[in-house]
């Protein structure tokens, strides 16, 4: 294990808290919204396959490579939310039903952008000794 992780720097250690951030993120999504219509499984898939293909890569030696592959596929999920909520929103929004948000909705948005801003962060952060 030693030998794996001996050329390895912090981005690398970011993409995998990353992953594992991506992965509950995907889970506490899928259980405050599987059983709504306004549940989107391919953003939960595409934060799964994400964290997946990001560790991965940085396992492979293609450390580089694993911080873009998670902004994307985190900001792909981002965009995927926001369509199945925005009816949500204008109806909290303009108050004709509702008058707050549900604490499921704004966790589920906080931990996306989170991970969307440490992903972007990590782009940044060696991966790899050169």
Known sequence: MKGILANKRSGFYVTMALAILSVATA???AVSYAKYVSMSWPAFANLVV????AAALAFAGKGKWAPWVQFATI???I???VTTQYTYVAVV???IDLTEFSPQFVTSAALLVVSLVIAIVNIYLKQEVE
């Open 75 to 77: 900001f792909n999920a």
């Open 50 to 53: 994400g964290a997946i293909a």
């Open 27 to 29: 889970a506490f999504y």
């Open 93 to 95: 929004l303009v108050g």
């Open 79 to 81: 965009l995927l939310f």
